[in-house]
């Protein structure tokens, strides 16, 4: 496998905890931030002694809330990331995540000049109710805000998260979410259905029957809205929950769809190196003393068998609305996909779930809805 | 060896729960048959499906040897009874093979519906009774007021009955006393004629079928020719011998013993419980009383969830077939899933222990139709036929009239459920028969009820409408007319053969209502819609839709989510495949069981 050209970095501090979060993320309050910077450094000193980076392509900071750094923290943390991975590519794609709120103009600036080029923006929704129901520790305005600010110190590619699918929410409230946002002429959007995980305040909620959830015909309805809206108004749909302005997709995941090496840093990160897939201990404590005790801070890594890698090349893969390329899997694993997948290859094809152009294989408007059967079909 | 006089067979009579299969253990215990190491709770249970459930599926028999007080030797055979109702054929059997009969009777819960049924039978076969009032260690023991009830409801006299805790070990020695004292030897002549009452019988991979059975009259050899009565078949007598309760063997057995007969029998259907074995070149005049060909009474399609299993399930009933002779069964078909068997058992739970044993011991996922009884359907042409199989039933034009098996249902319940027990036998078709209050606090009601009733959801609305207060009993009395229906199911347009049933035309209309419903929430959404029609011949009763899904894909999946989506995948597909496809709707197992698991409003 090739060397990892990407990098994920976790920063699992946040303000406040959303009501829908699983993710490793702590209230900051009280956190010993300090000490998680200096366990990340040793992390990506041990790591990259193993196994050294290439050019990189991509870099992506991801949380929790970034931005909850302090502007010197913050500095901290980039000067670090330049010194162990000095060798970047000239079209690198370097992504902060942040909150409405979170970006100050000292911080911005720290971070521009740390090499970050790219915002992406948790703003959920332009509707008060549901921001505040959610959990989320922003108002509306400030999410324009947040947007001009970053403008004004000189990003060009800033990307907002939105959802949908949340308790109480309708149509018409996606579909003025959608008019507001676009108005931003921000350049990425990735729209993610909400998803009930469990261990989160929503779940709980839930299991008494106290979360009044959209139903699943409102739900397709709000899903198609945004996928017609958004390519109305110029954005190109290139995954099943991210859309861009041509050339504006994002680098960093399409990593991940291609099912491409990449390293994972921080508390509950996951890395995929060398054909082995890890997860970190997700507690502060446990990780910063794993690191101290000289030791990885993995809690789990398995070595993915050929078979499982074929497998994710297309389930992975064919997320992205272009398709895999067959002729590419077959230089890769040295047999046809043809034949490795023939039964599920001819039945989704048959089914009208699947479509083959040329060398591509990508799904259809059908298969995109039902994508869960189709990536099921190339399981085992 | 003539030792005819020292001999004292008895059995057990329990209800579940009441502590039979502890008593047996400190017996053999108590007579030192067990070393250390065997003393694990309930030997005399062998299958683990026994002990998890409390209940004696197949039988046993242990000899004891006891030297009582007044100094003799005795020989005591206890023979092991099954304790339940669809068994109670095998129970009559064992306790013909016996002489006396131990009532053990739980100190703080008194008699129930279970224990009076056995105790008839008991009585039927002229047995001497020894009351035992058990678990006098309980707090809430009352072994008086319990005396008072054995002897007011069954009309025996309790005032020897031996108070004991077989769990705390008290009153094993006064029970076996008891035994000896009361129990008579077996009478009988050695020298005449062979007369040996099969009680019952299971396969060994290694010696064949092993009978086992009491010498009523004569002596049986190692070399002699024997002959099942009731067969007809003859073997040549390999082996004989007893439970210790490891098996021994020996050279006869005699007038009044107990033991086990290995003859290169390959069938245990040559075997029957309840048949006689006799000398085939002396043979007796006539064979033992009381013999009878058990048949199956509830009938049910099992069927492979994974088709290419059908021929491991054809095995798996060979095999279990090798072992139970009320077990039948014959290859059949549906459209709706596929290659299976109908299957027929003695009753619900005899049902249920073997799609457990399936399932368990051969790894087999089996989609089970909802149980059926047979039903006798009298043609307009003069001519009758038998159905097991609801889809069977022929167009009403055809029908005359059906008859339907009916039971007589003895049920016992505290006072306060009098009314919610009428209440649901009423709505269960039942006819009232008598009414008798036990003490002042409890009643023991008699309907007739018919069995359909009783294998659809009788015992779970008895269980709950009682607090589980109440216990139930029955025994079958023929067949009686009814005006029934058949009822099927379409899914999209098409009849699912495996989920007609035949309901009461009275209640069809609500019960295809409850089905549709039921199904509904059972029946995941697909991609396209789906009606739901319960129909009688042409005319649907019940309709219902299930709306069609518009999207099923994750939205989120990054570098953390890889491996949690794959599983989710997995289960996904997973899911599937447990369904069964029926035309183009995936259907799951429970579905084809939900006929069953209506709750009635």
Redesign the interface.
Known sequence: MLSPKAVYIHIPFCATKCHYCDFTAYVVDGQPVDDYIDALEKEIEMTVKDAPPGKLDSIFIGGGTPTVLTPVQMEKLLRMIQSYFPNWSSTIEYTMEANPGTTSSELLSVMRAGGVNRLSFGAQTFEPHLLRDIGRSHGVSEIATSVKDARYAGFTNISLDLMFGLPNQTVEQVRDTLERAVALSVDHFSCYSLKVEEGTLFYHLEERGQLPLPTEDAEYAMYQLIRDYLLQQGYVQYEVSNFSKPGRSSKHNSTYWRNEAYYGFGAGAHGYVNHIRHANVKGITEYIGRIDNGERPILQQNKIDIQEQMENYFILGLRLLAGVSLKQFEQQYGLPADKVFKEAIETLVKKQFLIIEDDTLRLTEQGLLFGNDVFAQFLY | MNKQSQIRNFSIIAHIDHGKSTLADRILDFTGALSEREKQDQFLDKMDLERERGITIKLQSVRLPYRAKDGQEYILNLIDTPGHVDFSYEVSRSLQACEGALLVVDAAQGVEAQTLANVYLALENDLEIIPVINKIDLPSADPERVKEEVEEVIGLDASDAVLASAKAGIGIEDILEQIVAKVPAPAGDTEAPLQALIFDSFYDAYKGVIVYMRVVQGTIRKGMKIKMMATGKTFEVLEVGAYNPHPVSMDELSVGEVGFVVASIKNVKDTRVGDTITDATNPAPEPLPGYRKTNPMVFCGLYPVDSSQYEDLREALEKLELNDASLAYEPETSNALGFGFRCGFLGLLHMEIIQERIEREFQISLITTAPSVVYQVYLTDGTSIQIENPTLMPPVQKIDHVEEPYVRAGIMVPNDFVGTVMELCQNKRGQYIDMKYLDTNRVNLQYDLPLSEIVYDFFDLLKSSTKGYASFDYELIGNKTSDLVKMDVLLNGEVVDALSFIVHRNRAQHRGRLLVEKLKKLIP?Q?FEIPIQAAIGNKVVARENI?A????????????D??R??K???K??EG?KRMKAVGSVEVPQEAFMAVLKMEEK
């Open positions: 959404r991609m709306s899904i518009r999207k099923n894909v994750l939205a989120k999946c990054y570098g953390g890889i491996s989506k794959r989710l995948l997995e996904q597909k599937k």
